[in-house]
């Protein structure tokens, strides 16, 4: 072996190690550029935004006045007569999808319309095609803690 060989060995881990360092950065990427394509989900800039109001008390008006409720939360047997006039519904976060129009993926408080205090909160995901609403699946019913906690200040 002469000088320059072994030199150039000396070279190799840190080219080793450049080449993965490389190929981690790259991998990284991929998996950042798959979260960000179109046609995935993204949250909703403004939960307070008047479309998202409005889809969120049809969700409300859907669970309430519905003969059959869809999902049998724990939360509906504290409303008497499951009124409207007594609950609001306030988002806590949203996630929206454009398609042939959205899916809209939400997380739902149901709070008491006289002290504004969170009784139930559930998931719920929604199809707004151009303005006719349709929820699509009644998700699961979570916490009142746990829906604050998901919200973007």
Not at 21 to 49: I, L
Not at 116 to 137: N, P, W
Request: charged share 20%.
């Amino acid at each position: 072996f002469s000088v320059l060989s072994l030199s150039l060995l000396a070279l190799l881990p840190f080219d080793c190690y450049g080449i993965t360092r490389n190929m981690v950065t790259e991998h990284d990427e991929k998996q950042r550029d798959r979260r960000n394509m179109p046609g995935g989900y993204f949250p909703v800039a403004d939960v307070n935004d008047p479309r998202i109001v409005t889809e969120a008390n049809f969700v409300l008006s859907e669970l309430l006045l519905s003969d059959e409720p869809p999902r049998s939360y724990t939360f509906l047997n504290a409303l008497p007569g499951h009124s409207t006039n007594s609950v609001t519904v306030q988002v806590a976060k949203a996630l929206e999808q454009v398609v042939a129009g959205l899916n809209v993926r939400m997380i739902l408080m149901v709070n008491d319309a006289s002290t504004q205090k969170c009784i139930g909160a559930f998931a719920v995901s929604i199809y707004d095609h151009f303005g006719v609403l349709t929820v699509t699946k009644w998700n699961k019913e979570t916490s009142c803690a746990h829906a604050l906690e998901s919200m973007d200040y």
